[in-house]
């Protein structure tokens, strides 16, 4: 196959068009939350988290920041991983248990205060947010579950076409999470632009150009920008617009031929 010329936008560009019409879409819709209707609160903040989340790569990127980029794509998957679960099922009372876990992180907030400023007062903790922290037996599992329990939950909408079962996201954590894990962490992994040649280069902070990761953070955000929209409009009961569905796939067939 002959290869394809190259494109007279940047990849960045794609992105950030892309990125900019999802904003669009979601602040004309003009979304006014019902009160204690958790699904749509949650949906709201976790899919506006997504696309703040998105624009920080893309600064990120411009300012020459590729690993760095990389990294922050990990909130992305973790933001999927999250609002895809609420939404698989029982979506009303998983996305109560989301927000309730707010009582958890005071419960244990309280202890530290108390630990490591114990001269100044602490407030007490009301009797309704140590009756909700007491529900969660795992300070950091707001769900009870692990992350990869999470992604591999059998989905309630689709099906994978290669096996005609239940689709499932194992890709999307063994493989996607567990690799931008290494740039969010201080692992060995995560150092190749920050190594030189032992013997022969003189080391300066960041001289290593072995790994170019923009490529692969701008990648990571449309794909996972594009998987918590389909989410999102899930979780809300709408329908996606039809422009920033054809887009989604659109731009990420595009990324991958035009600029892999």
Same mark, same amino acid.
Request: net charge positive; hydrophobic share 40%; proline share 6%.
């Given at each position: 196959?002959?290869?394809?010329?190259?494109?007279?936008?940047?990849?960045?560009?794609?992105?950030?068009?892309?990125?900019?019409?999802?904003?669009?879409?979601?602040?004309?819709?003009?979304?006014?939350?019902?009160?204690?209707?958790?699904?749509?609160?949650?949906?709201?903040?976790?899919?506006?988290?997504?696309?703040?989340?998105?624009?920080?790569?893309?600064?990120? /990127?411009?300012?020459?920041? &590729?690993?760095?980029?990389?990294?922050?794509?990990?909130?992305?998957? !973790? %933001? +999927?991983?999250?609002?895809?679960?609420?939404?698989?099922?029982?979506?009303?009372?998983?996305?109560?248990?989301?927000?309730?876990?707010?009582?958890?992180?005071?419960?244990?907030?309280?202890?530290?205060?108390?630990?490591?400023?114990?001269?100044?007062?602490?407030?007490?903790?009301?009797?309704?947010?140590?009756?909700?922290?007491?529900?969660?037996?795992?300070?950091?599992?707001?769900?009870?579950?692990?992350?990869?329990?999470?992604?591999?939950?059998?989905?309630?909408?689709?099906?994978?076409?290669?096996?005609?079962?239940?689709?499932?996201?194992?890709?999307?954590?063994?493989?996607?999470?567990?690799?931008?894990?290494?740039? /969010?962490?201080?692992?060995? &992994?995560?150092?190749?632009?920050?190594?030189?040649?032992?013997?022969? !280069? %003189? +080391?300066?902070?960041?001289?290593?150009?072995?790994?170019?990761?923009?490529?692969?953070?701008?990648?990571?955000?449309?794909?996972?920008?594009?998987?918590?929209?389909?989410?999102?409009?899930?979780?809300?009961?709408?329908?996606?617009?039809?422009?920033?569905?054809?887009?989604?796939?659109?731009?990420?067939?595009?990324?991958?031929?035009?600029?892999?």
């Amino acid at each position: 196959m002959a290869k394809l010329p190259p494109c007279h936008r940047s990849e960045t560009q794609h992105v950030r068009k892309f990125v900019a019409y999802g904003k669009h879409c979601l602040d004309q819709a003009g979304y006014y939350p019902p009160v204690n209707a958790h699904r749509y609160m949650v949906a709201l903040a976790l899919y506006s988290k997504c696309i703040t989340v998105a624009e920080a790569a893309l600064a990120l /990127v411009d300012a020459g920041f &590729g690993d760095e980029a990389f990294a922050m794509t990990r909130t992305l998957v !973790d %933001v +999927f991983i999250t609002l895809r679960y609420i939404t698989n099922k029982d979506t009303d009372d998983r996305a109560k248990k989301y927000a309730h876990f707010t009582a958890k992180e005071s419960e244990q907030w309280e202890k530290v205060a108390r630990e490591f400023w114990p001269q100044n007062p602490t407030p007490a903790l009301s009797a309704k947010t140590k009756q909700l922290a007491a529900t969660f037996p795992h300070p950091h599992k707001w769900s009870g579950k692990t992350v990869w329990e999470m992604a591999t939950e059998e989905d309630a909408f689709e099906n994978d076409p290669s096996t005609g079962k239940p689709l499932v996201h194992s890709f999307a954590y063994r493989v996607v999470y567990r690799w931008t894990s290494l740039y /969010v962490h201080p692992t060995v &992994g995560a150092l190749w632009n920050h190594l030189v040649q032992a013997g022969r !280069d %003189v +080391f300066k902070v960041r001289s290593g150009d072995r790994r170019d990761m923009r490529h692969m953070a701008l990648f990571n955000t449309a794909a996972y920008l594009s998987n918590t929209m389909v989410a999102f409009y899930r979780c809300m009961g709408d329908p996606q617009p039809p422009r920033l569905g054809t887009w989604s796939g659109a731009i990420m067939a595009h990324l991958a031929k035009r600029h892999g």
